[in-house]
């Protein structure tokens, strides 16, 4: 391998924030936070820790994961840790929703995984390290640490004053590591947001002092123009060939200003090495040269990758996710073979209870469409961000309807009728970072058949479309910075959505594609 070799981030695209790392042997696995959506905490496993492949779900059972129907899109389950000791899987999380940390353990990392250990206890963040006398530590936001017996659930010491970074705001993501003689400890500071950046410090002891790293924060964005941003919350690991590596969340914002970013908060790679004994990170690229020495695999770049579902297996993939539970009684692959059957519980998207099935939007250029036999049902294809941002398309009566809703604000934007039976609905998203020279801000704006609501600033353009016989005809194109973070607010990203507000429904597949550029 040359020194010129590169991987591309984000290694695991789309809405997977908060990302915590373990190596057991050759594997790598990696979780990440869910927030509203059950099944809670996504697995993956790598090899590389380029290429990642998602394994299961950690909380993936009612008994483990209470998510009450009041959950908001930015409540539920907030940054895990993954940990391997002593022969096991350890993950911790905080499910704010309830407001109690939880603890889980497991032989396999694909599950499944026990029934939780409750700590009620302060802050968010929980991660867990073992000292050199085999106490277990539960280390959380703020920053302070608790001597624990993670099996039974008890505090035994606590809490203990760490160091809390440098001054910034909503010191977080703190990690505790033994590395030779000294106990460093990670902790993220200045919000998750274009404030965010890593800081360092270590200790002889796990109980402290700390000394500060002497560069902090040693990875930051804040204040460039660099395509990546908000870096942090990070974790170490190091990998089979003794090299150090740092996954972190960043975001890809678009458009002109202010830019917007879709598709939430994303999983990192960056390689680190040590100087004087402290860890040093350049920034971070999409991109990335790895370092000389890494194992070629390593450098193989991530597939674009799209994928198609067909409902002829016997569960749900994994990487499917609900709205805060997923009754029984909501869905079934055995209702009609080979189809997924949704059957409304709620009449609505604009408010909590609608049955729906999601997936993350993984590119800013991609199509998602779906086959769906409406029957005597209301049902269709969303991209969602929550309740109150969402724009949608579906099949009702004998009429596919476009439809959305923006804060306060619902609209119906096309409408087409179609002839009974199953119909094809697709949805697209194409970035829009700046204007075609030849069309001027004036010329959109006065053109009368300019896309709705697209504008210079706009991020990128939602077209939804239904197949008919003559082909696809576009029912609406909208305005995508109204599906943002920056607009809709919270920790969370967009997502495909099959749903059903009115009896029920059956879907023949599912099909996503990155859109080349």
Request: net charge negative; with cysteine.
């Given at each position: 391998m040359t020194d010129a070799a590169t991987f591309r981030n984000p290694v695991v695209p789309g809405f997977h924030p908060d990302p915590s790392v373990c190596r057991v042997g050759e594997d790598y696995y990696l979780v990440c936070s869910s927030f509203e959506y059950f099944p809670?905490?996504?697995?993956?496993?790598?090899?590389?820790?380029?290429?990642?492949?998602?394994?299961?779900?950690?909380?993936?059972?009612?008994?483990?994961?209470?998510?009450?129907?009041?959950?908001?899109?930015?409540?539920?389950?907030?940054?895990?840790?993954?940990?391997?000791?002593?022969?096991?899987?350890?993950?911790?999380?905080?499910?704010?929703?309830?407001?109690?940390?939880?603890?889980?353990?497991a032989t396999d990392p694909a599950g499944p995984w026990s029934e939780p250990v409750h700590f009620d206890l302060p802050h968010v963040d929980p991660s867990?390290?073992?000292?050199?006398?085999?106490?277990?530590?539960?280390?959380?936001?703020?920053?302070?640490?608790?001597?624990?017996?993670?099996?039974?659930g008890t505090v035994l010491e606590g809490p203990v004053p760490m160091w809390s970074g440098t001054g910034g705001q909503y010191p977080e993501a703190p990690h505790l590591y033994r590395i030779g003689d000294w106990w460093y400890l990670l902790v993220s500071e200045g919000g998750t947001h274009t404030g965010h950046a890593v800081s360092v410090a270590r200790s002889r002891n796990i109980r402290g002092p700390f000394e500060?790293?002497?560069?902090?924060?040693?990875?930051?964005?804040?204040?460039?123009?660099?395509?990546?941003?908000?870096?942090?919350?990070?974790?170490?690991?190091q990998a089979?060939?003794?090299?150090?590596?740092?996954?972190?969340?960043?975001?890809?914002?678009?458009?002109?200003?202010?830019?917007?970013?879709?598709?939430?908060?994303?999983?990192?790679?960056?390689?680190?090495?040590?100087?004087?004994?402290?860890?040093?990170v350049d920034p971070v690229e999409e991109v990335t040269v790895a370092?000389?020495?890494?194992?070629?695999?390593?450098?193989?770049?991530?597939?674009?990758?799209?994928?198609?579902?067909d409902f002829d297996t016997a569960a749900l993939a994994p990487q499917w996710m609900s709205l805060r539970d997923r009754p029984s009684s909501s869905w079934s692959l055995t209702d009609r073979p080979g189809w997924l059957t949704l059957h409304a519980a709620g009449s609505t998207l604009d408010r909590a209870g609608a049955t729906m099935v999601v997936r993350r939007q993984e590119h800013h250029d991609c199509r998602a469409g779906v086959r769906v036999d409406p029957?005597?049902?209301?049902?269709?294809?969303?991209?969602?961000?929550?309740?109150?941002?969402?724009?949608?398309?579906?099949?009702?009566?004998?009429?596919?309807?476009?439809?959305?809703?923006?804060?306060?604000?619902?609209q119906v934007f096309g409408e087409l009728s179609v002839p009974p039976g199953p119909v094809t609905l697709t949805i697209a998203t194409r970035t829009a970072d700046v204007l075609p020279p030849t069309v001027t801000a004036a010329d959109q704006v006065a053109a009368p058949d300019a896309p709705f609501g697209v504008r210079p600033?706009?991020?990128?353009?939602?077209?939804?479309?239904?197949?008919?016989?003559?082909?696809?005809?576009?029912?609406?194109?909208?305005?995508?910075?109204?599906?943002?973070?920056?607009?809709?607010?919270?920790?969370?990203?967009?997502?495909?959505?099959?749903?059903?507000?009115?009896?029920?429904?059956?879907?023949?597949?599912?099909?996503y594609r990155p859109a080349p550029r």
């Open positions: 809670g905490v996504p697995i993956l496993h790598s090899r590389d820790l380029v290429n990642w492949r998602q394994i299961g779900n950690v909380l993936d059972r009612p008994s483990q994961l209470e998510l009450p129907p009041d959950t908001h899109a930015s409540g539920g389950v907030f940054a895990p840790t993954i940990r391997h000791h002593d022969g096991r899987f350890w993950m911790v999380t905080t499910n704010v929703s309830i407001g109690r940390h939880l603890l889980v353990t867990l390290a073992w000292d050199d006398n085999g106490d277990c530590w539960l280390t959380v936001s703020g920053v302070e640490s608790y001597r624990i017996d993670p099996t039974a500060p790293g002497p560069v902090n924060p040693f990875l930051t964005h804040r204040s460039t123009n660099r395509p990546v941003q908000a870096t942090g919350h990070a974790d170490l690991v089979t060939d003794g090299s150090w590596w740092l996954v972190l969340l960043g975001i890809r914002a678009r458009g002109q200003w202010p830019p917007y970013h879709v598709l939430g908060r994303e999983t990192f790679l960056a390689p680190v090495r040590w100087v004087d004994g402290w860890p040093v370092p000389p020495g890494s194992p070629p695999a390593l450098a193989a770049p991530s597939a674009p990758g799209g994928y198609r579902d029957g005597a049902g209301r049902a269709g294809l969303t991209l969602r961000v929550d309740e109150a941002h969402h724009y949608d398309i579906e099949v009702c009566d004998g009429r596919v309807r476009v439809g959305g809703r923006v804060g306060p604000f619902r600033a706009a991020c990128d353009t939602v077209s939804l479309a239904v197949l008919t016989d003559d082909g696809p005809v576009v029912l609406a194109e909208l305005d995508g910075r109204y599906l943002s973070t920056e607009v809709a607010a919270g920790f969370t990203g967009r997502v495909f959505g099959l749903y059903v507000t009115g009896g029920s429904a059956s879907f023949d597949w599912f099909d």
